[in-house]
């Protein structure tokens, strides 16, 4: 008789723990659909803003890589969980800093032509060009991100 109580103890605490995984893996994929939303939506935004073709996930996969990479190497380098975590954390936002820098540089470059490019502008409009026409030559003659 004992050996059926091990019995349904045992069964009992698989099924616990059958449940609780599954509940585990239920939470977590509903939370990163949240987060890979949020993500996208702001990078999309960045991407377009400097016209990469990337899709909004591969980003959000790669700052995931990106923490799991820094993590384990953090800590196959020193043995420590806490400084894996940590560095594993600003790993994660690598990524996301590449892309507001990227976009900060294009910004400001954007800035420094955008003088140069009203004045081709007025300059062709002076000259008896169209408007298409003196927009046409700023994209012909100007470097991007102006042109």
Not at 18 to 34: A, D, N, P, T
Not at 123 to 131: E, I, K, Y
Request: aromatic letters at 14%; hydrophobic letters at 50%.
């Amino acid at each position: 008789m004992p050996d059926l109580y091990i019995i349904v103890l045992l069964a009992t605490v698989v099924v616990s723990v059958s449940l609780f995984v599954y509940s585990g893996i239920c939470l977590f994929y509903s939370g990163w659909q949240g987060y890979e939303e949020k993500y996208g939506q702001s990078a999309e935004r960045t991407l377009d803003s400097i016209y990469l073709t990337v899709p909004p996930q591969h980003i959000a996969y790669l700052s995931v890589v990106c923490f799991a990479l820094t993590s384990v190497f953090w800590f196959w380098l020193f043995g420590n969980v806490f400084a894996a975590a940590v560095c594993g954390l600003i790993g994660l936002a690598v990524p996301k800093i590449l892309l507001w820098w990227l976009k900060k540089r294009r910004d400001k470059k954007f800035d420094y032509q955008l003088v140069d490019a009203l004045t081709n502008i007025g300059n062709s409009l002076q000259a008896g060009f169209s408007l298409n026409q003196a927009l046409g030559l700023v994209a012909r003659e100007m470097d991007n991100p102006m042109g």
